[in-house]
């Protein structure tokens, strides 16, 4: 089954915030924002802005009439600065006027003086300087300390890989009415609609069923809109509540660049040992976060990434710590992966240094510690259905990994100016929010007496096709046609107090209660059946709008049906909780049991260097993933290549840069590039691999929205390989992404250059003289 | 007033719009069709993309464009078409159905622009030529997709291009309207144009010179980098519009010269056989400079007067040892080598009233090479960490002219005087070249920015130089 908005969407007919006809008394606001990185506000004149034509009044703390706060996690970030300014971009006031181009006008007749206080841009600094949000974490098994000492061989490093832009098609963007008696209906591009509910009620000071959110879908999110599509909202609230009227923000590209937070920084240092079998024996890692100026979600990512620290290795003795560092950056966000790809980034580099100094292939090592069924990891969950190994040798069977390496080899040996470099990526990532207490959700269902169905449930349909599962799953039991069945929007009045769609989780939870919910709905209409039909219950089924009685199709049609029951006063509606079972976690011993289960898979990446340039392309990517039984395989397809081109932008040419005093520089889609079609692999094949699936997943069909984006990572030692091919004095680096810059400057590094450039000037913007010419 | 007439989807236009808001906002927010998105503002996204159909005695010609960075008065006479366009009534087009039989559309955001461009690449497509996996991702390369990871696209694309193997050439718009492409209404936009022009020529309007204002006049060709830039200014302020204005237009060679109107595009350029034939490499350049519909608007007078160290035309341009030809606002002309047109840092030689008016170079003979190289982020749709190019002349293996010229590695782009002067009287040779790469570190001054640190590009700017040597010869440069 396709995407059930592929009609409207290739029609251009399907409607997002921006495209609402708005009341004929609607305003719209503008964020006025802050010009420095770090600093008190000393004063702040806005009446320059207040006297132009079309102004309506500008919002600042003052007129918070509930608290000034926003921060979920931790109650770190005002809504809107108060005293002093901790990023780049933060928001300090809210202009709203009669349109946006006069807002814009207002904006730029503010003026502000701030006092400049010290910046930190990086983590390093932050750690050295004391500065964190909270205390650091640390996963141990075994004993990491004392196994090093048996090891054969011990390796330490250093390790970066920088944030990511979402860069979700539609920027960030809400609309807001007022209604009546106080209530305000919120429209907004969020994936956590709760959120957005609930700090709108706190900022506004009035009970959270005076706000009303409504989310009918969004042009992606990637994890962007799960905390931070919440301020504008808040923001648009606020200005309905003083004026009464109708206020739309949607943020330009380069406010929205500006202002929301991005994928974590992350800079690591680790210590690996092995013995001569290859096998690693300790792993010990310090993981420092970008965190940003404020919590946001960060203790969460910071979680995840100890959880993913090991891979989908087995290591003995672990020990993982991690400080969520303080920084005056735009407050760091979700994105596809949670900090999961910012832990495997780690040991994939350790993994490679280890090879390359004992002379082996870095896929020999890979291939020796691959978890195994009951192994340990260092969260004391035990590998179950454990498809690691399994779908690491189905790749390198399927995709004759033999032929694709010598072929590789044969060519870098007939060609001086192109290389070739191959790499292996297997993943394990865990579902379940790791916040124990966020895995449940609703659906509410109702059954109209003309035999229509809608459906409602906590999910939040942002490209990811939910709701085309969520439909399936309802169709599944009805067993009515497609086109009776409607999706409805994601709305806090309907399905309440929800998790937001995140975790690669909400197919799964949301899907479970839809799934409890039709069946509490065909039980009832059984027993109708059973009595209209003078049958018994067990003989009744529903099939092609129809009702079967020992699977005959009896004369009872759906429609009668459900017309029956009205008369005989049958609920037709149906509301129903699930909570995911089994699982829980115990953060004072750091162990438990946080994953619903894990998701296997392995990439076969192959590039070709241009030597001359130092820019590449990705011939293949080639991977066997284990979907468990997908219940949609076109869809999951799309997900694991949507995601695949994600990690390797983030891997390759996604290059955030801010400079030395906190202002972004990458500001733009001219400076800040993601895939095209031509940064695609030319090739990507997906084979899923056959496994059991998990009961915990809707229909077996396991979660699919994160994993893969962690075969890009791949892609990174692909292109080192590449370079070492070329020139064998390349030091090995550890500095994602690979821009063709540094391509460029391993290829022809010299062996007194390594040194020097260790790591990585390019990105270390802190020490950069930065000028833009354009 | 002036009033600007076009034809938008089905529906005659006239509007005393300001000729200077974006199409896009035209479209939006005055006509309220919601189905062309707003991305990005800079034309790097392709979520606004719409076609512009212009009437060429009869025939209208579809080109696409990024309608964020276009000005409402450049639609004056033309037919635009957005995704509602080419919607049928009850039914998805072949496009559109090839997108969805492919799961090619996730969240849906950049759904319509993909679709439109792909319109296009079908209105363009001669048909019955053997089909190239890689022609309709061409078409869509100004398009950003953040979801598919852009297989599922191509897929789609693809199938698009098998349909479009069965066009018959000679009846493009009735065989598309036949099977599906477009709504009807199609057949009817070109007599419709040609009474439009009719009724203008009467002289009811003149539309590209919307609110003149003395003094403070933007001159506008078809936007672009202008837009990116100011578009917020441009639509409150006076602006002339060049787009129709004849005589900056057209391609022409005499006496061994060849001549460009400054109102040239990128896609001029290429679709011109004559240039063809003196760069035979000219469509994998000029893929490299932008992405389609860039190519359709950006100008090369635009290209110049942005003055970008490291404008891609300015530096193909400079390598042809070109001459500007520059309108004085008298009425007469000057001209300059275009090396002496910029002066400094987005400084250049252009005098108040005066306006570009062509540019012109020495054709090639056989012994004339030319190359251009361009390094990026990312190699398509991006601007230059340095780019390249040069004109070598050789006779009897010894070079006997020459030009370089590098962008992004100085404050203008940067013609290499000395050396190019080091090569005269040279063969080509792995030596000579390592030779004059030291010579052009001595006249390069990069500075680090967001796009490479200095070493970076001084290395980039030495490996190009090669790579124009390495391309062009590759016998005498052999071991590269």
């Known amino acids: 089954m396709k995407n059930i908005d592929s009609y409207t969407h290739v029609r251009g007919e399907s409607l997002f915030v921006n495209d609402l006809i708005l009341r004929h008394d609607a305003l719209f606001g503008l964020c006025f924002d802050s010009p420095v990185a770090h600093g008190k506000i000393k004063s702040v004149d806005y009446s320059k802005a207040e006297a132009l034509e079309g102004v309506v009044k500008i919002f600042t703390h003052q007129d918070v009439l509930g608290e000034n706060q926003i921060g979920g996690i931790i109650a770190d970030e005002p809504l809107w600065a108060e005293d002093e300014v901790h990023f780049w971009g933060q928001p300090i006031a809210f202009i709203v006027a009669k349109s946006e181009a006069i807002a814009k006008k207002a904006r730029a007749l503010i003026n502000i003086e701030i006092e400049k206080l010290p910046v930190i841009t990086t983590a390093k600094e932050a750690k050295e300087k004391g500065s964190f949000i909270n205390a650091p974490r640390s996963f141990n098994l075994g004993d990491a300390k004392a196994a090093f000492a048996d090891c054969d061989y011990v390796l330490e490093g250093e390790t970066f890989s920088n944030g990511q832009e979402h860069l979700y098609l539609e920027t960030q963007g809400c609309y807001a009415v007022p209604l009546e008696n106080g209530t305000i209906k919120i429209t907004s591009s969020t994936q956590g609609p709760t959120q957005v509910q609930k700090t709108a009620a706190r900022v506004l000071g009035i009970p959270m069923h005076k706000i009303e959110v409504d989310v009918i879908r969004l042009g992606g999110g990637f994890g962007g809109k799960e905390d931070q599509a919440t301020p504008w909202a808040v923001m648009a609230a606020v200005a309905v509540q003083h004026l009464n009227r109708p206020v739309k923000y949607m943020l330009n590209r380069h406010d929205d660049m500006r202002m929301t937070g991005k994928r974590h920084p992350y800079t690591s240092f680790y210590k690996i040992g092995l013995n001569k079998e290859l096998k690693i024996k300790a792993f010990t890692v310090e993981f420092l976060q970008n965190a940003g100026a404020a919590a946001d979600l960060s203790p969460a990512i910071a979680e995840r990434t100890l959880f993913h620290a090991t891979n989908s290795y087995f290591v003995p003795n672990v020990s993982t710590t991690v400080y969520s560092c303080k920084t005056n950056l735009p407050p760091n966000t979700a994105f596809r992966g949670f900090g999961g790809p910012q832990g495997m980034f780690v040991i994939e580099s350790a993994i490679a240094a280890a090879a390359d100094q004992i002379g082996v292939n870095r896929r020999a090592i890979q291939e020796a510690n691959l978890l195994s069924e009951h192994d340990e990891f260092s969260y004391g969950q035990i590998a179950r259905q454990a498809e690691a190994r399994n779908s690491w040798f189905t790749a390198k069977e399927r995709f004759d990994l033999e032929k694709i390496e010598a072929e590789a080899d044969s060519f870098n040996q007939k060609n001086k100016r192109f290389k070739k470099g191959v790499s292996l990526m297997p993943i394990c990532f865990g579902i379940s929010f790791t916040n124990t207490p966020m895995n449940h959700a609703r659906a509410l269902i109702h059954i109209y007496q003309d035999g229509s169905v809608g459906v409602s449930t906590g999910a939040v349909e942002m ?66 059946a059973a009595k209209s039909l003078s049958c018994e219950e067990k003989d009744i089924s529903f099939r092609e709008d129809f009702v079967f009685v020992k699977n005959k199709k009896s004369d009872l049609s759906w429609e009668e049906l459900v017309g029956q029951a009205m008369l005989e006063r049958v609920a037709l509606s149906e509301n129903a909780h699930y909570a995911t079972p089994v699982i829980h976690f115990d953060k004072t011993k750091e162990k438990g049991h946080p994953f619903a289960y894990h998701v296997y898979g392995t990439a076969i990446t192959v590039v070709t260097v241009d030597c001359l340039r130092g820019i590449y392309e990705i011939d293949t990517v080639k991977i066997v993933h284990d979907f468990g039984k997908s219940m949609n395989l076109g869809i999951d397809l799309g997900q694991v290549e949507g995601a695949l081109a994600q990690g390797i932008g983030w891997m390759t040419l996604e290059e955030i840069a801010y400079d030395e005093n906190g202002r972004l520089l990458s500001n733009a889609l001219s400076t800040y590039k993601v895939p095209d079609i031509f940064s695609a692999p030319k090739t990507i094949e997906t084979i899923p691999l056959e496994t059991e699936g998990s009961e915990l997943a809707i229909k077996k069909s396991k979660a699919v929205g994160e994993p893969p984006l962690m075969y890009g990572i791949g892609t990174y030692f692909a292109i080192q390989q590449a370079v070492k091919a070329f020139n064998p004095n390349y030091k090995l680096k550890f500095h994602a992404p690979f821009t063709p810059e540094k391509v460029l400057m391993g290829l022809y590094e010299t062996e007194e250059q390594n040194h020097v450039r260790q790591n990585g000037k390019t990105t270390d913007s802190n020490k950069k003289e930065i000028r833009v010419r354009k | 007033m002036d009033m600007i007439e076009f034809i938008l989807n089905n529906q005659r236009i006239k509007t005393s719009a300001h000729a200077g808001i974006t199409l896009l906002d035209f479209i939006r927010d005055h006509q309220q069709l919601k189905g062309t998105k707003t991305g990005c503002r800079e034309g790097d996204c392709g979520a606004c993309t719409i076609l512009v159909g212009t009437n060429n005695e009869g025939r209208v010609d579809y080109q696409t464009i990024t309608s964020c960075i276009s000005p409402l008065g450049n639609a004056h006479g033309k037919h635009i078409v957005t995704i509602e366009g080419i919607n049928l009534p009850k039914e ?348 052009l570190q001595t006249e390069i001054s990069p500075i680090s920015d967001v796009r490479g640190t200095a070493e970076y590009k001084r290395l980039l700017a030495e490996k190009l130089f090669l790579a124009h040597f390495v391309e062009l010869f590759p016998a005498e440069m052999k071991g590269y």
């Open chain 2, 92 to 439: 998805l087009n072949t496009v559109q159905q090839a997108m969805a039989d492919n799961y090619a559309t996730q969240c849906g955001f950049c759904t319509p622009g993909f679709v439109v461009s792909m319109t296009g690449f079908a209105l363009n497509s001669a048909g019955t030529e053997p089909a190239e996996y890689h022609r309709c991702n061409d078409a869509v390369s100004g398009n950003i997709c953040r979801c598919t990871g852009y297989k599922s696209i191509e897929k789609a694309g693809f199938q698009v291009e098998k349909k479009l193997l069965e066009k018959n050439g000679n009846q493009q718009i009735e065989w598309l309207i036949r099977e599906g492409f477009i709504p009807d209404y199609f057949a009817t936009i070109p007599p419709r144009l040609t009474a439009m022009k009719r009724e203008q020529s009467n002289g009811s309007t003149a539309g590209s010179g919307h609110s003149y204002q003395p003094g403070t006049i933007t001159n506008v060709a078809n936007g672009t980098d202008l837009y990116v830039r100011h578009a917020d200014r441009l639509a409150d302020e006076a602006v002339r519009l060049l787009g129709n204005e004849k005589d900056l237009k057209g391609i022409s060679f005499s006496n061994g010269i060849c001549t460009l109107g400054a109102n040239t595009t990128a896609t001029e350029m290429q679709e011109h056989p004559q240039l063809q034939a003196i760069f035979p490499n000219l469509k994998k350049f000029l893929k490299l400079v932008s992405s389609e519909p860039i190519r359709n608007m950006g100008t090369l007078g635009g290209n110049f007067v942005n003055a970008s160290p490291i404008g891609d035309m300015s530096v193909y341009f400079l390598a042809l040892n070109a001459t500007l030809t520059i309108g004085k606002a008298d009425g007469t002309e000057r001209t300059i080598p275009f090396q002496a047109f910029h002066k400094n840092y987005k400084e250049y030689d252009l005098q108040s009233g005066e306006i570009l008016k062509s540019i012109s170079f020495k054709s090639f003979s056989k012994n004339d090479y030319f190359n251009f190289e361009k390094v990026c982020k990312r190699t398509h749709l991006d601007i230059a960490s340095v780019n390249a190019a040069g004109r070598i002349t050789v006779e009897n293996h010894q070079i006997t002219d020459a030009h370089f010229s590098v962008g992004g590695a100085a404050p203008i782009p940067k013609y290499l005087a000395k050396t190019a002067a080091f090569l005269i009287g040279k063969t080509v040779d792995p030596k000579t070249v390592s030779e004059a790469t030291e010579i």
């Open chain 1, 463 to 528: 490209g990811q096709s939910v709701n085309t599962k969520m439909l399936q799953v309802a169709q599944s039991i009805f067993n009515i046609g497609y086109e009776k069945i409607k999706l409805e929007t994601t709305n806090t009045t309907r399905v309440a107090n929800t998790s937001p769609s995140a975790a690669s989780s909400t197919a799964d939870l949301n899907g479970k209660a839809v799934e409890m919910a039709c069946n509490s709905l065909i039980g009832r209409l059984t027993t109708v």
